[in-house]
């Protein structure tokens, strides 16, 4: 777990103690589940089917770094029936895809946390999840090696999906007329304060804030600045599925489409 050194009380004396605190999936938070709207090919006919999530924004703590999963995996059911219609009607493979990476914490049951992925697009999808990945080792290598520091590193990590449907003339006898174009990623480092910038003293061990920090890159350029730059970035070869990749600020913050084939 993330670790903490907690000062002693100056006016009694004493050790200076480390403390282990979790800072996993800190806060999550879900756009709305959506519907595309009746659609003739469930049975019985004519059911609501919900297409999936509409946004997920997460801040992710240092221990993801470890790679342990902290969510779940899709099986058969999830987004059901939807996943089978899309499947059954014509030769492109569709994925359940997770907005929130499994290994993040991610549900693959709950419908808000999934969108219909072609292969190829859930395939580009791990391309940038892995980068997040090893930016969230470094997070936790550094607070291994740092336990000083008054703060922690963590990722930033939005997913927004787009409301323009994947078929070129909606209509509701379309299946791809119930998925959507594309995905949006946008993500980059964060630091997270271990104590409040005021409050309890820092002896009592208050719990974590749970808010973020830029961090700084041209005034006063934070002391990791150099190992945060070096994490090994995905390379956008050209390809129909991603769109936009920016590498963003000093090579920090990043964002890219994810789009499923056209």
Known sequence: MAVRKIPPDPLVGGRVRKTDVRREVIT??????????????????????????SAMTALLGPDLGDG?????????????????????????????????NAEFGGSGLSDRNLTPLTSAANNAHKVYEGHIKR????????????????????VLYTVNVSAVSYSNAPAVNDMYSYAYSHITL??????????PAMGAPPH??????NNHVAVPVLVG?????????????????????????AGGLNAI??????????
């Open 68 to 100: 342990q999963r902290r969510g779940s995996p899709t099986t058969q059911n999830s987004l059901q029936p939807l996943m089978g219609l899309l499947n059954g009607f014509g030769a492109k493979k569709w994925k359940a895809g997770h907005l929130l």
């Open 204 to 209: 009592t061990a208050p719990p974590p804030p």
């Open 135 to 154: 930016m969230l080792l470094l997070c936790n290598q550094i607070d291994r090696a740092y336990q000083d520091y008054t703060h922690w590193y963590g």
């Open 253 to 262: 913050q990043f964002s890219v489409e994810i789009h499923n084939e056209p």
């Open 28 to 53: 999550s938070n879900y756009g709305v589940t959506r519907s595309y709207g009746a659609c003739p090919h469930t049975n019985p006919a004519n059911q609501m089917v919900c297409t999936g999530g």
């Open 186 to 195: 946008a993500y980059g480092f964060v630091k997270l304060p271990k104590f």
């Open 221 to 245: 350029p934070d002391p990791r600045l150099a190992d945060l730059r070096g994490v090994v970035q995905p390379n956008p070869a050209p390809s129909a599925n991603i769109a936009n990749w």
